[in-house]
């Protein structure tokens, strides 16, 4: 789907003030960058901007919000462009607003287990910087390779490491941000704890770029923990294992990462990377991937053992532990890249479902049944510690979800699924462009009132990413 | 029963409505019951509602918010009194509404360790009854004994296990809400991770009762750590022993607990509660009360002694282990009952600062300084791992700082010091009554204009808690 720049805002005068702002070598309009900048990895979708601006400072930020507010365009930011749910799509045309120049670590503050950075950081770049130190930063999406930091707070993102310690929003202490207005503000104060007025920090986390930009982030950090464990555990039968992952908690274990994959998508993503690291046998339906993680290695071999030893009375088959860094590194790529390898082959269309962690068994079944009913093929895989799991549909020719009577009818009926299991549509992935439709099915009109009236509050002339997470009125 | 009118809003007619609506006998206007709900623990300060309003379900509250917004009639919603910041003062006079007998625990869910309770549950109550399923509910304010869940919420309460736990933000994962309009919301779902809109659940928690009245909290649950160890440690200088709190994060040990009491609090809460658990000596400043707890025993004997020996070097005293589930009862009565204690004798004024954990000395240091140039006593105590100092004011003539010219002007100059430092005005308490005069010092009015904005969405008629946090324009 291609909707073209025609929404002629930019004129001269406002493309010359940009140039102004920023400098001209970093404002762009030519087609491989409008073609570049106008899609993110969420289905097949394509929405070419008018113009790109690679702002580098709060100032510039705050200078083009200005300009913007002023004459009414729409400003679409964006990140790395690795979201799934088309939070930086510039649907509207407009400006499309990169951070990509906003990329210092400005302090790693190691007196009191803190880093203040910009917002397009790259995530595992942050992430190592903070280890050189001793510190920890847990949040890593799958894409955090290259996705950044400041994606990852409008997102709210979680990743394999959120199940012991928690999502983005955990760990953001403090954020400047540009209002639509151009006004600059601190959200809170860089401190543990905080009863100071509304919490806008937790606020703009997860709000998908559509209350203000955030230019920078005070994150807390932890000590790294000196040791992990990792195994892969077989499962002939798909519920089997997904009631294993609950009974884990139950028995008072809290893994540092519990992820289940179908073994559809991991052969598809064993086959695309070229490795031979876990045996896929054809009796095989899912595995689980199990990490503990602390600073005792004879506690965490105690653990793993009796953990294993729980995943037998499940059915568990044969497990697989990773020997050293190389095997546990083969092991988290196959998981990680899970989501390329499926969609590589047609399973474009991916859906964020998280349900209280003891209905996983139910939703799997349930979606598994809507594709019989509904006559498409899914993958399962994700976070199955939180009950996050990843549907990745492919139904021949429906590339896309959004736009798509046929398919909006498929994913309604999921998402009653997931709501009726006490669930809700996106666990880490945000609403974005292609949920939107989907909010009445989890919220009363009275919560689309309230985030309506919010965002008007941020930002009265609807010009930053109007159109994401729900319709104005 | 002897019906007053000060502000004469609660005409025949709608003290008549508010009967039909909750029974004759929920609703009070008697002057005991009067001067009881026209107080909390905040200073010395009292303000009378007209009528006390005790409904028992959601729709109570919401039919009572319903025919409040039709006849403008403040509402201040209250739990149990405990509060430190006024928020459940009734200060415009109207409708108080007390929580109290919305008392359920309505379920504790073992399968997903989440349990759904009703706001006027005591906490410790909760607590209890979760651990004896195994379970643990973490955030543990000094009040735990006599505060409602339902005021831990509004106030983003914290308390000792913050440091390792988080505080009560960190375990809401859903909210039912009756609006001031008398509509009732759920803010999110019972999910581990959530990317679904703006978050609701988080803009509740700590908004001090004055966007909604919570009707439902659904808490996460983790599983309860067997055992801790408890130690006392003296310094015989304030500042060492504020310094060691940062050194034993960065030496990267995680306590449950660290707390820091000055001399003073410890005296004087040791002759109220008549404990000689601890040996006082007049040569001590201050003690630090450390706590690990975990599932390996000879784990925490082994952190417990390099903990020790790291508090050495900040030349700590003699350490005192407490040996039995008694000693650690007697020890965290003597902190507990500090607040109570010192109040008793004169210090009426308390502040909630809060600072980077690293600026413990500087802060320590600086309010004795302005001890010194404004002529008051200060003894402090609190959760020194988090940054968070209870800072207790004892100034000869002057029992408020709430209408308080000169002490207005001190408590301006201390707040003045902690946003110097990085922090900001309460890390637990919250703002209520007595420190929106504040709230300028941290907050741009680009801030407190969104607080405002944020407010008139949830409640157009500003009725709800008004004037709490900040004043209306």
């Given at each position: 789907m291609e909707a073209t720049?025609?929404?002629?805002?930019?004129t001269t005068e406002i493309f010359e003030a940009l140039q102004q702002i920023v400098g001209a070598q970093y404002i762009l309009a030519d087609q491989e960058n409008l073609q570049h900048y106008?899609?993110?990895?969420?289905?097949?979708l394509l929405y070419l901007p008018e113009v790109i601006v690679k702002p580098a400072t709060t100032e510039e930020v705050a200078a083009i919000m200005r300009l913007c507010n002023l004459h009414l365009i729409p400003v679409t930011p964006r990140g790395a462009g690795t979201g799934l749910s088309g939070g930086a799509l510039p649907h509207l045309g407009g400006v499309l607003l990169s951070t990509e120049r906003l990329n210092k670590i400005i302090q790693i503050d190691e007196r009191n287990l803190q880093v203040t950075t910009e917002p397009g950081v790259i995530t595992e770049v942050l992430q190592d910087a903070v280890k050189a130190k001793g510190l920890f930063y847990p949040p890593d999406p799958s894409s955090k390779g290259s996705c950044f930091i400041g994606g990852n707070i409008a997102e709210n993102s979680g990743g394999p490491k959120a199940v012991k310690y928690g999502v983005v929003k955990d760990y953001v202490l403090n954020l400047e941000v540009v209002l639509p207005t151009g006004d600059i503000i601190w959200t809170g104060a860089n401190v543990l704890k905080n009863s100071t007025g509304y919490n806008l920090t937790q606020l703009m986390v997860g709000s998908e770029g559509t209350l203000g930009i955030v230019t920078k982030i005070v994150l807390k950090l932890i000590p790294l923990p000196k040791y992990d464990l990792l195994m892969l555990v077989p499962f002939v039968d798909l519920e089997k294992a997904s009631e294993a992952v609950s009974a884990i908690f139950r028995a008072g274990f809290t893994p540092s990462a519990l992820e289940l994959i179908e073994i559809d998508a991991l052969q598809i993503v064993a086959k695309m990377v070229d490795s031979h690291a876990v045996p896929v046998t054809?009796?095989?339906a899912a595995h689980l991937i199990i990490e503990v993680d602390g600073n005792n290695m004879d506690v965490l071999m105690s653990e793993m053992e009796q953990i294993a030893e729980l995943m037998a009375t499940y059915e568990g088959g044969e497990v697989f532990f990773a020997d050293d860094a190389q095997q546990k590194a083969e092991l988290w790529k196959l998981r990680r890249r899970a989501a390329e390898a499926v969609k590589s082959v047609g399973y474009t269309i991916e859906e964020d479902t998280v349900v209280p962690r003891a209905e996983l068994p139910a939703l799997i079944r349930g979606v598994k049944a809507l594709g019989k009913q509904y006559n498409f093929h899914a993958v399962c895989y994700g976070h199955a510690g939180d009950g996050n799991l990843h549907v990745r549909i492919h139904k021949e020719g429906i590339p896309n979800s959004y736009g798509n009577e046929e398919m909006t009818h498929i994913l309604r009926a999921m998402f009653d699924l997931v709501y009726s299991l006490?669930?809700?549509?996106?666990?880490?992935?945000?609403?974005?462009?292609?949920?939107?439709?989907?909010?009445d099915i989890v919220f009363k009109e009275a919560n689309l009132d309230i985030m309506r009236g919010i965002k008007k509050v941020f930002d009265p002339n609807n010009i930053l990413n109007a159109g994401k997470i729900f319709d104005s009125k």
């Open positions: 720049a025609t929404s002629g805002l930019i106008g899609h993110d990895e969420t289905e097949k054809p009796d095989i006490g669930g809700t549509i996106s666990g880490e992935h945000g609403i974005g462009l292609i949920q939107k439709k989907y909010m």
